[in-house]
Structures are given as structure tokens and as C-alpha cells.
């Protein structure tokens, strides 16, 4: 039986290639972003959020999957990484990781 996690997106950009201001990423952009329900029933990603920091060159998105693979895949078919850093990261609600805590050892400080 699968289970859905879910999983943080980070993307920033210099501002010389950000889509609002570079042709190229905002041709890449647009198209990229017209493919985002094929693309996300493809690889089974459901987009819970994805939000731009104004006026930052930075972009947060939440998603749900199987897996943290189905992300990256999901991600690189959009071809976000022609023009972002990005980065992919389980997410885990504060509530649990804090019930959770224990589980840990200690640091030595």
C-alpha cells in the first residue's frame, strides 16, 4: 500500500535570468506552467501550494507524493532548473516531529 508525504520545493534565481525580466525563462515559464495538471497526474504530485516571495527572486511550493523521486521528476519535466537552484526536502509537521523528539539522541552541546 502507497502512502502520500509531503514535500517542500525551494526555487530562487538570479534576477538577469528571472522569467520577468528574460524572454527565454518567461517563454519557458509560461510553457512550463501550462503542463503543470498533465505533468502532476503523470508522476502522481499533488500541488498543495506554490507561492512567490514579492519582491525576492523565490519561490516556496508544497506538494504531495509517493515519493520524493516522483518530486524531482515532476520538477525537471517542467524544466524549472533551466532557470532556478532548486531544492526538494520531506516535509514533517511540526507537531509530529516535536512528538517525535526523543527518538533522537542528544548532541553533545
Known amino acids: 500500500m502507497s502512502t502520500t508525504r509531503r514535500y517542500g520545493l525551494t526555487m530562487t534565481h538570479p534576477p538577469n535570468i528571472c522569467p520577468i525580466a528574460n524572454k527565454a525563462s518567461r ?23 506554490f507561492d512567490h516571495f514579492d519582491p525576492e527572486h523565490l519561490i516556496i511550493g508544497t506538494f504531495e507524493a509517493e515519493s520524493i523521486e516522483s518530486v524531482r521528476d515532476f520538477v525537471t519535466e517542467l524544466g524549472l532548473m533551466a532557470w532556478n537552484e532548486l531544492k526538494i526536502n520531506p516535509l514533517t509537521p511540526v507537531s509530529e516531529f516535536m512528538e517525535n523528539m526523543d527518538k533522537a539522541p542528544p548532541t553533545i552541546f
Open 27 to 49: 517563454e519557458a515559464a509560461v510553457a512550463g506552467w501550462k503542463q503543470i495538471p498533465s505533468l502532476s497526474q503523470k508522476h502522481g504530485v499533488k500541488m498543495l501550494s
